[in-house]
């Protein structure tokens, strides 16, 4: 049994509560990572007290690891336990969450389980530029302008879609349960090539499911960070924007870099520079 201990930040001002405190209100328990994941280590780590508590007798072992570092790949919990103590932790199967979140259907939780996985490409983008006075702009060539096109481009690329066969069946799957949304899914499998226009109608009945289904039939790339000037009347010769890609199985993180230069004009992308951050592979 799996979990990990870390959460991503929060920002306590866009809370009603404090974030790190755990507070129980309304039968819930309040908190980053009260979801993500600590309900789920409670749950794990109730389970070992009962097994020891009614002195089960199991015919193997049962482990349990909660890990740091999920958050930022793992590296330095998962990865760290497999490269250091791999003995402790070997195992035929491993309980984790990911696997999805009940999904209510007509009066009903829906469970999913996790067959695939999209990967990982977190990259950085420098663009470079001339610098100049700002009272003068004509006489600059300014980074921030070309880092908007940049933006802009990426934030709003739409990959094509693909219906991978774990999407496939999952589409087929939900299509017999939830009556409401039948007939766009029914559309979506049969014209994938329309994915956009059918998701974007489903959208109106129900958004997050049309919003899901849009990430897991596409690559798609999200601007998270961004940097540039120094000065109110400096034009900026840098800036630099942080992306967070996710490429469908059967992409690599590589394929999905070249598209996305691909994507820049000649003119931009010999003053841009690419550098990845972190790339994991789906699977
Ligand atoms: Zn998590």
């Known amino acids: 049994m799996l979990s990990h201990l870390d959460v991503v930040a929060a920002n306590p001002k866009e809370w009603s509560v ?3 405190e755990g507070v129980v209100k309304d ?5 980053r990572g009260a979801l993500d994941m600590k309900s ?3 749950m794990e780590v109730m389970v070992m007290k009962l097994l020891k508590r009614n002195k089960m007798k199991l015919k193997g072992d049962v482990i349990l690891a909660a890990t740091a570092d999920e958050e930022k ?3 330095a919990g998962a990865g760290w336990l497999v490269r250091n103590h791999p003995e402790k932790i070997r195992a035929d199967y491993v309980i984790n969450e990911g696997g999805g979140l009940a999904i209510p259907i007509e009066g009903k939780n829906i469970y999913t389980i996790q067959t695939a996985e999209k990967g990982i490409l977190w990259f950085k ?12 702009p004509g006489t600059a060539d300014n980074a921030i302008l ?16 693909t219906v991978v066969p774990t999407v496939k069946q999952f589409l087929s799957q ?20 329309m994915g956009d226009q059918i998701l974007d109608m489903l959208a109106e009945k129900d958004k997050a499911m049309a919003e899901e289904l849009r990430a897991s039939l596409r690559m798609t790339i999200a601007p998270t ?12 010769s840098e800036c630099e924007a942080v992306f967070d890609c996710r490429v469908l199985p059967g992409q690599t993180p590589t394929e999905a870099m070249d598209e996305i230069k691909g994507l820049m004009p000649d003119a931009d992308l010999e003053k841009l520079e690419f550098e990845t951050i972190q790339a994991n592979e789906p699977s």
């Open 40 to 42: 789920m280590t409670a």
């Open 73 to 75: 790949g793992g590296e």
């Open 174 to 193: 939900i299509t017999k349960e939830n009556k409401t949304v039948q007939q766009a899914l029914m559309l979506l499998l049969q014209n994938p090539d």
């Open 27 to 31: 039968g819930f328990v309040w908190g």
């Open 125 to 136: 983008i420098k663009a470079k530029g001339r610098p100049g006075h700002g009272s003068v």
């Open 146 to 161: 070309r880092m908007n096109r940049v933006v802009e481009k990426l934030g709003n690329y739409r990959a094509k879609m």
């Open 225 to 236: 960070i961004i940097h540039g000037g120094i000065k109110e009347n400096i034009i900026p």
């Open 18 to 20: 404090d974030p790190f």
